[in-house]
């Protein structure tokens, strides 16, 4: 007996897809009724300096992106302003993000020091957006099964595309699968996307407000073990790189699971016939391998090549006004064309490599296949039918992906791996003591009191940079420290600034600091950081007094010339009170 399909349950069907239409244009209308309140009222304070547009959309715009309708349509009828673009959410600006991976960096540097275990910036960052990483993961995940799950609705369609008696209601349910199964892979991996790269901008702001907070505190052990020219590659490679990591870690556990799911759908359509296939694609997956480490090592050279063309060029620049008079412009215009033919020259070479992985990228599967049929035709474990042949081609195209991507994904790992390295040691670096041993009374006078204090760069070291150093500055005393070049003028400032490790003696001060400002001796390089008219030094606002270069004073040459302020005041410009004056000489 054949089925049929009844007229009525057609109609029925068609009317209840097309109420589910309705019902979810009203959802979608009703929120944004809510928020809108058709005009009937108005904030005096617009709050949409505050939210940004991805909240205040409903449930249905924010699963199809739709939100970002109104700006494409902006965009295509104008040049778009900084004012037309969304604002984007609270939790995705930089300042909560440094504020959330500080507090966690905090505990877990205290619980280390209590417990003695090993610093770990992946574990930090892990407990810090734990959420966002979880909910990228269920993305990633609820792709690859839908992946998975393709070749075998393929196998069921075919199969059923094959029977003289259809059940009219299976085919339905297949195609609402299919439906279904499609809808929700390209869903979850838009959002997959979307979200490992918005927690990736989180990750990224976070390290970067780190390691430039970390940078104003660091010892002067830590500059010497970390130039200047590293801090920065530590913001603009190491951390810049980490923003990308999470996409990759979550393609690092959810290819070899969309593999395994391949293998497994093979053994099922093919039984023994798949082992033979098997051979090729392990074959496919070494000869990438050596491919993937020569890409990594090209491209490090490129890198490389690309540092030196833009150091070269920021110099050229730098320079131009000495090369315009010297009439070198040719001879700096072929040394940066050179550079460019050296960069040009390992791009070729990465650019080749990943042409030759895409060409195995693409065989695979038709090597792969005629292997597995010609051993099913041999072994007669499984029919070689349409259902098979179709099932077996979709289940290697499915293969095909994490084949090629496993090595990428080992090298990314790595590289994402030394960053983490970096930035980690560059983090645990010991900082500045701030604290004194003791602060003067209240009702007393002095403000700066050293006694018996020695001064070492190396504290571990047994030459010392300054010794037996005794001094006291009262409030308001204008203070001249006397000496020729070299005699540690220069060292009793950074001493007071706590840039000089103290190895014995007592320091006392109420909180005080000096500030520099332009017409700074240059050999001070850490005068170069505190060289503005206002200056944050460890988060205290301060004032510049006065700043005074002259050529000869009684015999002698102002070499520095500083304004000590405390932090104690109750204000911060108006009533900062000066204390003291520090004056270096240098006898000419």
Known sequence: ???GLDVAEGVAWAVNFLLLLCALGSLLRRSRGCQDDDGLSEPLIDKAVHDSELYRTGLFSQLAFSWLNPLLRLGRSKALDLADIPLIAGEDCAQQASHRFSEA??????DKAQSGRSNRLALVLCKCFLREIMIAGFYAFMRTLAIAVSPILLFAFVRYSYQEERDHRFGLSLVGCVLVIKLVESLSQRHWFFDSRRTGMRIRSALMAAIFQKQLKLSSQGRKNHSTGEIVNYIAVDAYRLGDALSWFHMAWS???QLAFAVGTLFWALRLGAVPGLVPLIIFGFLNMPFAKLLQGYQAKFMVAQDDRL???SEVLNSMKIIKLQSWEEKFRSMVESLRDAEFIWLRETQMKKAYGAVMYWMSPTVVSAVMYTATAILGSAPLNASTLFTVLATLRVMAEPVRFLPEILTMMIQYKVSLDRIEKFLIEEEIKEGAERAPPHNSDIRVHVQDANFSWNASAADLTLRNVNLSINKGEKVAVCGAVGSGKSSLLYALLREIPRTSG????RKVYALYADGMIKSCS???FRKKNVNIV????TYLDHWHMFHKTHGYRVALSATIYSSESPSTRNCMRRQ??????TRI
């Open 1 to 3: 007996m054949g089925y």
């Open 105 to 110: 960096w905090s505990r877990h540097r205290q």
């Open 255 to 257: 290819s070899p699971l």
């Open 311 to 313: 150091r070269s060029t």
């Open 506 to 509: 007592s320091v006392s001060d």
């Open 526 to 528: 850490f005068l170069h």
């Open 538 to 541: 460890f988060c205290r606002l």
């Open 580 to 585: 003291s004056n520090l004056v270096l000489w």
